[in-house]
């Protein structure tokens, strides 16, 4: 198996192995846009705005699934603060406690 030398070279520091990035698509995405892009013959509301006005009527009723989704729509999800009593290194050395159990444990149900 023939190959050339500069193809085992390292990339030099600061340069990228994928100058362009990863690929700019998201099928899945794309299409749920197209999808909420689209109006109903019967109402010249979007999908979207149609799914919007439902979230907020659904807020509005009382409904506390509604509001959450709508407020972390709005303002952003709430970080989850954890607080611990342990050490940075008993943090550290728990974390590694457990890694070594699961790798203990792979294959076992």
């Not at 807020?59 to 699934?65: E, P, R, V």
């Amino acid at each position: 198996m023939g190959g050339r030398i500069e193809n085992l070279k390292p990339w030099q520091p600061g340069q990228s192995g994928n100058p362009g990035g990863r690929a700019k698509s998201k099928p899945i995405t794309d299409a749920i846009k197209e999808r909420l892009a689209r109006i109903q013959p019967d109402d010249p509301r979007t999908d979207a705005q149609r799914l919007a006005d439902v979230l907020v009527d659904g807020a509005l009723d009382g409904d506390i699934q509604f509001i959450k989704e709508l407020l972390n729509r709005v303002e952003g999800k709430v970080a989850e603060v954890i607080v611990s009593e342990l050490t940075p290194e008993q943090q550290g050395e728990m974390g590694l406690q457990i890694l070594r159990e699961r790798r203990a444990n792979r294959g076992n149900p």
